[in-house]
């Protein structure tokens, strides 16, 4: 068997577009544009990148974009001041704060003072808990990319499929691990003390990868006709990024399989503007968007 390649650039090509006639449609009901605010503290290199895509693509769905890039030295006071001002401000119905944080600013106190509504990236402890309960919330972007990459294959119908997800992270594998159990699959987390990981994914329909370790799933490990989702992002000593899955190996064996890069990663930032629509829906009483992604 060759697995697919499921092509993440392409899918959230399709997710702007949908993203894009939503805010087509919500400012000619509402009379203004979604906003989505991204702060930046510092210059870690890395940070400077996504917030940089991330403001490109919000403008190119047609969002409004506010930019606030701050000093590595600014005060976690200050920080907490420029989100209430971000908070309070009726033009931003999202607001992302890019982590990591310098050490002087605790990202619990910043993440737990975005107002719950405005937080897209799904952080806030209100979200984590409507996730967690299957009663809505705004959902943390991966593991939203990743269930919108995974859907087709189960025709959008999660209940009974046997998943796995390696990784139990605030960030990743336990909303990953939420959203799969409010559709009703059996899901089954392994982690860094499991026993057997292998023994666990060989048994599953479908494996959403979260470990942060380079080749971590190897062909013999994944029963045949896996549909397996690659979250992990590892730089080698060489430069290459690769993910935590052994891609050739796996290719062998899987039905369907995303790449790193061009799998989960594009789907995130798509997920951060859905996030963001919803937000700006819900905050005028207008209820989710209704844009066809099968989950
Ligand atoms: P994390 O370090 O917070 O968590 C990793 C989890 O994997 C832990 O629960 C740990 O127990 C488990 N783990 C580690 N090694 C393992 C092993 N050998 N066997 C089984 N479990 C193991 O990481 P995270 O924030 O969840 O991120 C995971 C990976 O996903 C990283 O490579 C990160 O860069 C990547 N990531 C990608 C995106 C994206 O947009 N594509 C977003 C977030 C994270």
Redesign the pocket.
Known sequence: MTAERIDGRLRAKELDSRVTEGVSAFSEKVGRVPGLAAVLVGTDAASQIYVRNKVKRTKSVGMLSFEHVLPETTTESDLLSLVDDLNADPRVDGILVQLPLPGQIRAERVTSAVSPEKDVDGFHIVNVGAVASGVGGLVPC?PLGCLILAAPFFGGDFAGVESVV????N???RPMANLLLARRATVTV???A?RD?ASHVRGADLVVV????AG?VRGDWVGEGAVVID????RLADGKVVG?VNFEEVSGVARALTPVPGG??PM?IGCLLLNTLTAALRREGLGDPDIGLGI
Do not use: E
């Open positions: 991966t390696v990784g139990r992270s960030i990743v594998g392994v982690h860094s499991t990981v979260a470990a942060g370790s971590l979250v992990g992002i590892n935590d989960v990663g995130t």
